[in-house]
């Protein structure tokens, strides 16, 4: 019996810089992914979140598990800036993570420059 096709979850071992970002997807390492992407300590993460969705504490749970390595989150929220809802800023703070909402074109050039810096840096940004 044929398996077909396996999908798995989309992860990048390593952090890498991205290169590119726009028509849904970003690009990195000579990949491309589609679809919001969390850069993390333990690797560039396929994000389940699309502009305009809400933003959760169930949502950041994947940033919150790597806490002890990240000082700086930047959340790109989309083409727009929208606030970090108040549960998910104390969350984020109650693990020694400072959280900065900006524009997810402005938070890939911010996540770029501090990764180059080697700072504990990561980021959670919904794909435009």
Same mark, same amino acid.
């Given at each position: 019996?044929?398996?077909?096709? $396996? ?7 390593? +952090?890498?810089?991205?290169?590119? !970002?726009? &028509?849904?997807?970003? +690009? ?42 990240? $000082? #700086?989150?930047? #959340?790109?929220?989309?083409? &727009? ?26 938070? #890939?050039?911010? !996540? &770029?420059?501090? @990764? ?8 959670? @940004?919904?794909?435009?």
């Amino acid at each position: 019996m044929a398996k077909g096709i $396996e999908i798995r979850e989309a992860h990048f071992p390593g +952090r890498a810089p991205l290169d590119a !970002y726009g &028509n849904g997807g970003f +690009r990195f390492a000579d990949m491309s992914h589609r679809g919001s992407l969390l850069c993390l300590p333990s690797g560039i993460h396929g994000w389940d979140i699309e502009e305009g969705q809400a933003l959760t504490v169930a949502t950041f749970m994947k940033v919150l598990e790597e806490a002890q390595q990240i $000082e #700086v989150l930047l #959340v790109g929220t989309g083409l &727009n800036l929208r606030p970090i809802p108040a549960d998910v800023r104390a969350a984020l703070k109650a693990r020694g993570i400072a959280s900065d909402p900006m524009g997810t074109g402005a938070a #890939v050039r911010t !996540y &770029n420059i501090m @990764l180059a810096e080697s700072r504990a840096v990561a980021a959670a @940004l919904i794909a435009v």
